[in-house]
DNA sequence: GACAGTGTTTAATT
DNA sequence: CAATTAAACACTGT
């Protein structure tokens, strides 16, 4: 369920999880996992995807993985060759003792001495692709890092420009990279703005608002969730957000209303945001 | 059984 | 033509 927050997790466990050590060998038990190009879907599988992988990784050692938006590049000793990491919607790194078996749902795997971590997702819209320029084709088409570059109010005003609902535009990756469904909701809910409202239409003081509580939402994100073992944030547990899949504003405690947005659920408090 | 779902790409429409 | 919306993708959980 990745978002921003739930990727630079990723990407810090893969960090620590290999720490620079050489990748002894790949298992690959589902090859449509590679794909030759940035697709949800596995019918782009790469046509000789194993060799691929192997050829990026096998006997090399592992840089520092590289976040951009929601997607993840890896380079191992021979930058700019190395991979892209999709985690699409239901996909996740973990790591296991060399002879665990492979988890449920895994796709593939990257055998380290003494761990191997496994790529595991039920929905196969994620991937890895082996690409020559990683953080070329990671950059591609993506709008500025909504964390480790937040725009100012000036910046934000000029990126949600337009007609198209300030909700809409804010998962537009190619206007702001890493904004998901959740924290786009949760942002709004933060600053006090409707999710319909125009970009055009904000104010000088709500983008300044907005400006603030984005990266602070993703922030406190990261925070509260990068922990050791990865857990989806809605993975058991109470539901930590203010507004999305919640019933009452934690605010006014009025009643949170749900609104379908180009095809997606837009859950707002309609009396705490105008 | 029907439906919604944290995402992205491509096709269709405005 | 650029901007925007809808559909498709594949599968699980409710």
Redesign the pocket.
Known sequence: ???LP?VEIARRQLSRWTAGDVVREVRVLDAAAIRH????????AHPDGVRALEAAVVGRAADEPMRL???LGWTFGEAPRGLQL?????GQWVRRAPADEPPR?AKLGLVLDGRTLWFLD????GCVVPSEDVPRELAE?LGPDAWLNPPNAEELGYLLR????VK??L???ARLAG????HAAEALWRSGISPERAGDDLTPAELARLAEELPAQLDEAIRTQDTDEFQ????GGENPFSV?GQHRCPRCEGDVA?L?Q????TWWCPSCQQ
Request: proline residues 6%.
């Open positions: 369920m990745p978002e739930e190009k940035r697709s949800t879907m596995p019918r782009d938006g929601k997607r999709h985690l699409g919607m239901t749902f039920s929905r196969r819209f088409g337009g007609r198209r609902p809409v535009t998962l537009d990756q904004v998901g469904n959740i989806y944030v809605t993975q999305y749900k379908a180009s095809g997606r659920t």
